[in-house]
């Protein structure tokens, strides 16, 4: 297998940044991640799927209350990216484990409870149909309820983000990362 064939195929299939949060018994939480798509071709029954890694909260609590919400951020202006750096820093570079990482963002509760990030570009809210475990992570399907546009403009992309970040927040973002792959490696028996 050519690994860097595999590498440059794989890195090309990102979506832009998801901000995805749900609550479960009162516990809201929220998380980054760079892999969802439309999961419907019917336009009067929109769906969506994400894939979460089993060592986030977030994952844990969609699994419990069956509901997400799926945000796309904000690239530009200066104000709203700075927002959707904001986000990206609290909800990508630290567990909601240790802190309430929602307690530091600006949101509202959905028509599913799912929490609602108001400096978001657009968001969709759903209801999960179904699940697929793949050993690390869960792919979860879920029925689109609701869902608006925010503010106008372009998502961001992690490739952008990443150049725009402190080096500090890079760091952060890698050491979480890497707590997270030695939990999937042990899930995978790898």
Known sequence: MNSDAVRDTLSALTSPLLAITSVHDGRANGQIAVAGLSGSILPEAPRILVALWKANLTHDLILASRVLAVHLLPSAPDDTLRASLDILHTLGMRSGRDSDKLAMLSWRPGVTGAP???????YVEGRVVTTL?????TVFLA???AGDRLRNGDPLAWRQARQLVPSAWLAEFDANQQRQRIEARQRRGL
């Open 116 to 122: 609602i990030l108001l400096d978001a570009l657009t």
């Open 133 to 137: 475990d793949g050993g690390e992570m």
């Open 143 to 145: 029925d689109i309820v």
